[in-house]
């Protein structure tokens, strides 16, 4: 009994399998994979894009700076920083008008809760358009040039450990909302020195993000996407 089982087993060492038979993968020709070198190498010609954009980061850096500034000197009672901040938000001031109502003059600026929370709010945009570069700075380069090799880098993004086109096109719309939002509040706190088209286009035109995000977000739902490997 234990030679009659023990025969197909013995069967079977002498039979082992045979490997399926593939063809070589035929070569492609010279001249073409030249070719698709060469294009593959073009994606460099962007890098020099986002160094443009660190020049421009640091263009909103120096203006941030600037404001800050003026704000805490404004602050202090320097006329001249008050007025820089009043031309940089935009903010009119109050008309002086004479009996027959005709304008006269425009009163004193002052250093009031409107003035800071105007140049308050335009601090936070700087920021955000700033968040915004850093974003398409690092995830564009990291997604269409070069890997940055941040693997287990205590300073690495949270976001940029999953980041891909699609990923990167729901947080750009984002950051771009948050920044429409912030102008639109600066417009309606000094509503008075804007038309009302100007008001309704402002806000068709953050409805019109808050719709476009919604579609990128929704689209990218439903793609399908890979799932991540086991280990």
Known sequence: MPA???????AGARHPPIPAMTSPTPKRPLALRYLGG???????????????????QAVYVFHFWVELVHLVEAA?????????????????????KDAAGNVIGHAAPKFNETVIMLVVL????????????????????????????LEGHPDQPEWLSHVNASVLKVKLATAIIGISSIHLLKTFINADNYSEKVLVAQT?????????????AACDRIMPHPEPASH
């Not at 808050?210 to 990128?216: N, R």
């Open 4 to 10: 009659l089982r023990s025969a197909p087993a013995a």
């Open 76 to 96: 202090f009672g320097d006329k001249a920083a008050l007025k820089a901040l009043i031309d940089s938000v935009g903010y009119s001031l109050p008309e002086i």
């Open 204 to 216: 068709a035109i953050h409805i019109a993000f808050l719709l476009s995000a919604m579609a990128i």
């Open 122 to 149: 335009a601090l936070i945009d700087v920021v955000m358009i700033s968040n915004l570069l850093i974003m398409v700075i690092v995830g564009g380069y990291e997604t269409f040039v070069s890997r940055l090799d």
């Open 38 to 56: 060469f294009i593959f190498w073009t994606r460099w010609l962007q890098a020099p894009l986002y160094l443009g954009l660190i020049v421009a």
